[in-house]
């Protein structure tokens, strides 16, 4: 029997575990839920299983099952924020092996595997993702679950066809863009089996399309159809510009976009233009496997996202950050498999020494992002909290800016909040001040004001107000959130 850890295994084995450490000790460095965390969180610790199934409350939607899981999870270990971040943490451990297969069963590589899983397991946003109550981690384990499964080869006639529909049912359920994978993937089995002219398996490989259409219309009527949060998300989201215009060849929104993947999502950092080169670079790789007559691997790694452009242009599913998270390993994949191009081509031309570094150059640079802040913060509102638990006095009024109030419920319910002092809730005025001064103005004595997640510069206006009426006595800042002390 072979040695199972040969050398180039041994390499892979000590990235992923890399990636294990380095996602591990984001997990345990405990970071503050952030607003959208927490108001998803506030769904899951305050309702049962059943209440789950129902709209939830601060317009938040996510997958049923992936509630559910949270849910368990939460009911184990006692609804704190390791209970809530577990599962997306699992996800994240089997989506490195999972990457790996895929990437291999893509490209037949070994040095563009090995390069993207380094890159897999570098890139900042899989990291901070990989500790977030939220579903984009699963998202991304979906993604290269069903990949796995439908590239892998089987012994059986019907296994594939059976492990397909069972899988890929389920992930309906657990992933809302699993329904853009199976798509693409259920077009290219049925196109594949055509084109061989294997009029049985045609028909075979329409059964777990059919069986991938009944489950997701039976989630489309449950639990999507008039969804009351529909209205308000899509007007949200046009805000934002994250829908694709209906002139396709608007290029503020292409720039818009390259920024955002190469720059945002992959940690090219955009404050120095990193992400336009890395975009071009992307661009002419896949333009290379099409002069190559890779159309297979280049189907797999742009359908996806160019099916999800068409749904962002009907307004069905925003084209947006943290909703294409699952896109990153397609852009990884052709990111590496360009280099492998470029390698090649300066190889036979010259005799370049040390060429092979070609190959480190992106992942420095997301090793240098990765550990510019790390472990990754975004709001810490648990440590403006401590210092409001070590300083309050009796009779000291705390007033929760309206972004901060459901990270502040939260810590609240979890006995993090020491303080029993009267709490006044601060309501939104986006946009009218003067209605922040209607509010702030009935405020006396010593005050604390409370901020995360500050909108605008918010927390400006509201402290260059009440400076006017009182003292400043004491401050605190942090990573997103702040406290301050008045004596109005």
């Given at each position: 029997m072979k040695n199972i850890l040969t050398k180039n295994n041994w390499v892979v084995v000590l990235i992923a575990l890399f990636g294990v450490i380095i996602a591990f000790i984001q997990f345990v460095s405990n970071r503050s839920l952030w607003l959208d965390e927490a108001m998803l969180a506030l769904n899951i610790i305050?309702?049962?299983y059943s209440e789950l199934l129902l709209p939830l409350d601060y317009t938040q939607v996510a997958p049923i099952l992936f509630l559910l899981t949270e849910k368990f999870f939460t009911n184990l270990i006692n609804g704190n924020e390791w209970s809530l971040r577990i599962f997306p943490l699992l996800c994240y451990f089997a989506s490195i092996p999972l990457f790996y297969k895929v990437t291999n069963l893509l490209t037949r590589n070994g040095i563009v595997s090995?390069?993207?899983?380094?890159?897999?397991?570098?890139?900042?946003?899989?990291i901070f993702y990989s500790s977030e109550t939220k579903q984009y981690m699963t998202d991304v384990f979906v993604t290269l679950l069903?990949?796995?499964?439908?590239?892998?080869?089987?012994?059986?006639?019907y296994t594939k066809l059976f492990i397909l529909s069972f899988w890929g049912g389920l992930c309906i359920f657990l992933s809302n863009i699993s329904v853009i994978i199976l798509f693409c993937i259920g077009l290219f089995l049925l196109f594949r089996n055509c084109k061989e002219r294997k009029t049985l398996l045609n028909y075979n490989m329409l059964i777990p399309c059919v069986i991938w259409g009944c489950f997701f219309l039976l989630y489309y009527l449950s639990f999507i159809q008039n969804h009351p949060s529909e209205s308000i998300q899509k007007s949200a989201w046009r805000g934002t510009g994250d829908f694709l215009p209906h002139n396709p060849f608007n290029m503020n929104f292409w720039n818009l976009k390259a920024k955002e993947i190469f720059g945002s999502l992959l940690g090219y950092p955009a404050r120095f233009y990193l992400y336009v080169p890395v975009s071009l670079f992307y661009l002419s790789s896949l333009f290379v496997m099409l002069k190559q007559k890779k159309y297979?691997?280049?189907?797999?790694?742009?359908?996806?996202?160019?099916v999800h452009l068409i749904l962002s242009y009907f307004e069905k599913y925003p084209f947006a950050n943290r909703l294409i998270l699952y896109q990153i390993p397609l852009y990884i994949i052709t990111i590496s498999l360009g280099l492998f191009y470029l390698y090649d081509f300066i190889k036979t031309k010259t005799n370049i020494k040390y060429l092979q570094t070609l190959f480190f150059i992106p992942v420095v640079v997301l090793f240098i992002q990765l550990f510019i802040q790390y472990p990754i913060e975004r709001e810490e509102i648990k440590k403006s909290i401590s210092y409001v638990n070590k300083n309050i006095s009796e009779n000291e009024l705390v007033y929760i800016y309206y972004a901060s109030v459901p990270a502040f419920l939260f810590y609240k319910q979890a006995y993090f909040v020491k303080f029993d002092n009267k709490i006044v809730i601060g309501k939104s005025h986006r946009g009218n001040d003067s209605l922040y001064i209607k509010d702030l103005s009935s405020l006396s004595g010593k005050v604390w004001i409370l901020f995360s997640h500050v909108d605008s510069n918010e927390d400006k206006f509201i402290i260059d107000y009440l400076q006017t009426r009182g003292k400043l006595l004491d401050e605190y800042k942090t990573t997103g959130s702040s406290v301050y002390l008045f004596n109005l």
């Open positions: 305050n309702r049962d090995k390069i993207s899983l380094l890159m897999f397991c570098c890139t900042p946003m899989l069903i990949y796995f499964i439908a590239l892998s080869t089987y012994k059986g006639r297979r691997i280049v189907y797999f790694l742009t359908a996806p996202i160019i």
